[in-house]
């Protein structure tokens, strides 16, 4: 006899998050430890109370469960062992019973046969807890379906937690921006008129010194080279008669 579940995470992190106590722990829906999880030489060990609802009741175990790695590849064995109380819908309890149960745990890896997607793992729990002793015996005789169902609800429980626990964390939206909406995206767009460019700035005036050769042909041209040509001898006359003077002083 056996039970299966498949969750969308690769059989890597399953069997990664198997071998992690305090991850596994938050895995258990309605699980509360008495003592920390901790993770030893025989394997991962979890120790508390762990209530669970089936049908009409609510089963509280209370024990110790023990994973460790089997013979075979991506199995492990699992080992249980406390007391059992149940508690009717009407308040009446069955009292406390001691249960111990030993079953297998494999995982296969869907994704190595479809070749796509981001990775789905089988998980199959064989051999599921029967009666070990007179007390276990008799809840059974009472109702012979409760184990059997109990198994089948802790494994739907565990599957969905394990999958939340283990889902990859989306990445930050982007901030939307609001865009302009377009009238008619069909339409061809209008050029958009040219703007009027001002006028180049003019270089300024440099005041150049007046050229009286330059203004030939002009009134104050012509006065100013008649002024020259008779200033010009004269100037040459006066020098000379000042040299002759000079010489005449120096001889007498």
Same mark, same amino acid.
């Given at each position: ?18 071998? #992690?106590?305090?991850? *596994? ?7 509360? *430890?008495? @003592? +920390? ?17 089936? $049908? ?6 209370? $024990? ?48 190595? #046969? @479809?070749?796509?997607?981001?990775? @789905? ?44 626990? *283990? ?5 930050? #939206? ?14 061809? +767009? =209008?050029?958009?008129?040219?703007? +009027? =460019? ?11 010194? +007046? #050229?009286?050769?330059? @203004?030939?042909?002009? $009134? ?15 100037? $040459?006359?006066? *020098? ?13």
């Amino acid at each position: 006899m056996q039970y299966e579940v498949v969750v969308p995470i690769p059989v890597r992190s399953v069997w990664d998050t198997f071998h #992690d106590a305090e991850r *596994l722990a938050q895995c258990v829906p309605g699980l509360l *430890l008495d @003592e +920390p999880a901790r993770v030893d030489a025989e394997g991962v060990e979890l120790i508390g109370r762990w209530r669970l609802r089936v $049908g009409a009741d609510t089963v509280t175990y209370r $024990g110790r469960l023990r994973l460790a790695d089997a013979v075979e590849p991506l199995a492990l064995v699992a080992s249980v062992a406390g007391t059992e109380a149940t508690e009717g819908a009407d308040g009446d309890g069955d009292g406390a019973g001691r249960f111990a149960a030993e079953f297998t745990v494999r995982l296969y890896d869907l994704a190595a #046969d @479809e070749q796509d997607g981001p990775g @789905e793992t089988r998980i199959v729990f064989a051999d599921p807890p029967e009666p070990t002793d007179a007390d276990d015996a008799a809840a059974a005789v009472r109702d012979p379906a409760r184990p059997a169902a109990a198994f089948a609800r802790a494994a739907d429980l565990f599957a969905a937690a394990l999958a939340d626990e *283990l889902a990859p964390v989306p990445a930050a #939206d982007t901030p939307f921006e609001p865009v302009e909406p377009i009238a008619d995206p069909f339409a061809t +767009p =209008q050029a958009r008129p040219r703007q +009027p =460019q001002p006028p180049a700035p003019r270089p300024a005036a440099v005041d150049a010194e +007046p #050229d009286l050769w330059s @203004e030939a042909g002009h $009134g104050t041209g012509r006065a100013a080279r008649r002024a020259v040509r008779v200033l010009v001898p004269a100037l $040459g006359a006066l *020098l000379v008669w000042r040299l002759v003077h000079v010489r005449r002083r120096r001889a007498g």
